[in-house]
């Protein structure tokens, strides 16, 4: 009788087949099948009075497959739950043996680090029972995460602004480069000067041992050297050693490809999965740099085969990590001898990183020669010239990067000298510098950093970031963003004269770094200030210490968690009652027009400034208000930066008998032509002109010819934020990519045929109308809600005074304006 294994995804399912052969049948999960429910009390899916029961439900979009699980399970006599050796990949088991309820007796958990024969076939020798500790850990985890950020969003839309999230990990995280932006802020740009030589005949470069503190320093410093005789005063030459990194962790990883490769946490994951599940590399997630001893020996026959017995020298990394596993492995290619992994050039990229870095962690250190030579100035007793020279003696395990682009290791070649010889001096140059502010965190370095502070797991670095640097949250964006050119004196001494010349660079440049937005720093102080636990660092650790404990079987969940989340409801409680709302706001001086008070704040839209508070307003007088622009930040803006955008909006003249108005909103910068809006971003709104904009008029002007008629009405076309889309009346139907049909080239039997579709799937949903279909009941992806027609937005059910969700039945019975004033 064949076997069932249940994996999570369908490439794992075909490497793993074509290895077990005809005496099993693999089957995937697609993943995780169920989560928390957003139910009962608070709508976390949890009952905190019933020691944190949870409610889990299956997602509407696994339901399908569940009853095909469900189906399968039943034909086997035995059922093997093969997901990933981790606490994700325990309670994923968890919840296929409880959801598809099987039975103890016949099902049987196996787990393996790679998808190789040996590894596979010695899994489903030794299976074993589901690991209850692991999935009590990742479930304390879950329910934690959910009531902290459930009470913490909530809080947040009463005291800051509606529809704002926080988490227990992400929210520390998001402190993490608020604060270094402050650091930025606050750093104090001072400039030096930083001087070097060319000496002796073969002109080598040696930089004066102290960098002098201004011109007048620097220039003083030159004077001396134009008559000066330079002495060897010691030459150093000392052996040394260099060691080979060891074999990645998750973390490491993910740092050196994008340092190396430019790709960012989440697609290095996204690139490792294909790896592992393909059976190239062992499992990508991990915070262990152990080898096993099996493959230590792979990796030591390769060697031995591909560069000789000199080059092998065998050793075993311990973690730094307190909380590593080291029955795990480091992550290492399976097949040390393949170096071919991929035609897909990420996928190849991403392997020759690994394989090599493995195969480089079981060779031997590189020797070099290094020398340092001290150079005296016979004018001056207080500095010295200093020049460092390295020669690589023996190449060791750099060999395994020798033909690799991250070869990086050149010899530096010092002439021969000897104590007391004289030198000259051809050319002494003294270049001013700035001193730079702290660098912002990339996805990188922000991994080193929470791994540094103890925060996260290797399974939670990536969905971390990927939360944080969400548009959808707004509170960190990853930015490029160009340099300014700076001017920089440099002073030369060449031929006993010293000249002075003006040297242009690019300074403050930045390239994939994570920026703090406005809403970031509010809400990050507000956490700050009033959650002073749950924002700490060391607290965060320490709960990440205590869910390593549950893992261990050495704490119990239940415990664990009362012991975080009662002080900190509490902490909610007390928030709540006392806490004002916080807007950030700061006055920046005053109009020079109407004398009335200039502020800056957070709108409900975003970062804003405004003329007239709220004591200077008379009756119903609203304030005039203008959208910070792009790089204005709430914490640093001037009166002067802020002036010139009560400009807008302007009229830059007319087009066709219309008027043609820039201006800054919500999304951008835009044109109104007549009553049609246009984006314009990347265009600066205060220098835009008639002509600046009038390509894109003309571009909008042909979206909106009609493509075809239906139902003797238009349809247009448009490219909105989510891409192309065709428009009926109130009616929007996306054009999916797989359609392969070309917005700029759309046919009107095209167009007709995909408002059919949507005017069909948008029918079938309604499950009763109002006012001739003005407002409407529908069946939504999480269930009933209303829709008024010309919105994209779908409304929740209105809830009774206990909380909970009107009967679809008790709202068929009221009336259309009874509907709009309940979900208003």
Not at 690 to 719: A, C, F, W
Not at 723 to 738: D, L, N, R, V
Not at 769 to 789: D, E, H
């Amino acid at each position: 009788m064949k076997s069932l294994v249940i994996v999570e995804s369908p490439a794992k399912a075909g490497t793993i087949g074509k290895i077990l052969g005809k005496d099993y049948f693999i089957a995937s999960s697609f993943g995780h099948i169920r989560d928390l429910a957003k139910d009962g009390e608070g709508s976390t899916g949890v009952d905190v009075h019933k020691k944190y029961k949870p409610h889990y439900i299956v997602a509407p979009s696994k339901a399908k497959v569940v009853k095909d699980l469900k189906t399968l399970a039943k034909k086997y006599s035995l059922v093997l739950l093969a997901t990933d050796e981790d606490r994700e990949g325990e309670a994923i088991a968890w919840h296929l043996f409880d959801e598809l309820k099987l039975k103890k007796a016949n099902t049987k958990r196996i787990t393996f680090t790679e998808i190789t024969s040996e590894a596979i076939l010695n899994a489903t020798q030794n299976p074993r029972d589901i690991d209850l500790d692991l999935v009590d850990a990742q479930q304390a985890r879950r329910i934690l995460d959910r009531l902290v950020g459930f009470e913490l969003s909530r809080l947040l839309w009463k005291k800051v602004r509606g529809k704002l999230s926080a988490g227990r990990v992400q929210s520390v995280a998001v402190r993490l480069i608020v604060e270094r932006e402050r650091e930025i802020q606050q750093h104090e740009s001072k400039k030096f000067y930083k001087v070097t030589g060319l000496f002796g005949t073969t002109h080598f470069e040696a930089s004066l041992s102290e960098d002098l503190p201004s011109h007048d320093t620097a220039e003083k410093f030159l004077k001396s050297c134009s008559n000066a005789v330079f002495t060897v005063h010691a030459v150093d030459v000392k052996p040394a050693r260099r060691a080979p990194a060891p074999p990645f962790t998750t973390s490491t990883l993910q740092q050196t490809a994008g340092q190396k490769l430019g790709f960012s946490v989440s697609r290095t994951m996204s690139i490792a999965q294909k790896l592992y599940e393909a059976g190239h590399i062992t499992y990508m997630r991990t915070d262990s740099m152990h080898l096993s001893t099996s493959a230590q020996k792979k990796l030591a026959s390769h060697i031995l085969k591909e560069f000789g017995e000199k080059y092998l020298k065998p050793r075993q990394y311990v973690s730094k990590s307190k909380n590593a596993q080291e029955a795990h492995e480091a992550i290492r290619p399976t097949y040390p001898q393949n170096k071919h992994a991929s035609d897909n050039a990420d996928l190849q990229k991403l392997y020759d990183l690994i394989r090599n870095r493995a195969l480089a962690s079981q060779m031997a250190e590189a020797e070099v020669q290094r020398t340092q030579v001290i150079i005296n100035i016979s004018t001056n007793d207080k500095y010295t010239f200093i020049s460092k020279g390295e020669i690589i003696t023996f190449d060791g395990f750099l060999k395994a990067y020798k033909n690799t682009k991250w070869y990086t290791y050149d010899d530096i070649i010092l002439p021969q000298l000897a104590t007391g010889d004289t030198l000259t001096a051809s050319e002494i140059k003294a270049l001013e510098r700035l001193i730079k502010p702290p660098a912002r965190y990339s996805e990188a370095t922000l991994v080193k950093k929470l791994e540094e502070l103890g925060i996260g797991r290797p399974s939670t670095y990536a969905p971390t970031i990927d939360k944080i640097t969400s548009p959808t949250r707004g509170y960190i964006t990853k930015e490029t963003r160009e340099g300014i050119p700076t001017e920089f004196l440099q002073l030369t001494l060449k031929d006993s004269k010293i000249t002075e010349t003006v040297i242009t660079e690019v300074t403050g440049a930045q390239k994939n770094k994570l920026f703090a937005s406005d809403m970031g720093i509010v809400v990050t102080d507000f956490l700050v200030k009033n959650f002073e636990n749950i924002m700490d660092y060391a607290f965060t650790a320490e709960v990440e210490g205590s869910l390593d404990h549950i893992a261990s079987g050495n704490a119990d969940w239940v415990k664990t968690i009362d012991t975080y989340y009662k002080p900190f409801t509490m902490s909610v409680g007390k928030t709540l009652s006392s806490a004002e709302r916080v807007t950030g706001e700061r006055i920046l001086g005053s109009d020079p027009k109407s004398g009335r008070t200039i502020l800056v704040r957070m709108s409900k839209f975003g970062p804003v400034a405004q003329i007239g508070s709220q004591d200077e307003l008379k009756g119903d007088e609203k304030p005039d208000y203008a959208n910070l622009s792009p790089g204005l930040s709430l914490e640093t803006v001037t009166l002067e930066d802020v002036l010139p955008l009560f400009s807008l909006p302007k009229n830059l003249g007319t087009y066709k008998d219309k008027d043609v108005v820039v201006g800054r909103g919500k999304f951008g910068p835009y044109i109104k032509w007549g009553d049609t809006y246009i984006s314009i971003r990347g265009t600066d709104p205060l220098t835009a002109t008639l002509h600046s904009v009038m390509k894109s008029i003309r571009e909008k002007e042909h979206e909106m010819e009609p493509i075809t008629m239906y139902q003797d009405k238009p349809i247009t076309k448009g490219v909105g934020r989510f891409g192309p889309y065709i428009k009926w009346e109130e009616t929007f139907a996306a054009i999916p990519k797989k359609s392969g049909i070309n917005i700029a080239t759309i046919t009107p039997e095209q167009a007709i045929h995909l408002m059919e579709e949507k005017v069909r799937k948008d029918n079938e949903r309604i499950l009763y109308s109002w006012g001739n279909g003005s407002v409407t009941l529908q069946n939504g992806r999480f269930g009933p809600c209303i829709r008024i027609k010309g919105k994209r937005k779908f409304y929740s059910l209105p809830k009774n005074d206990s909380g909970e969700k009107l009967p679809v039945e008790d709202l068929k019975k009221l009336s259309e304006k009874e509907i709009r004033k309940l979900i208003s």
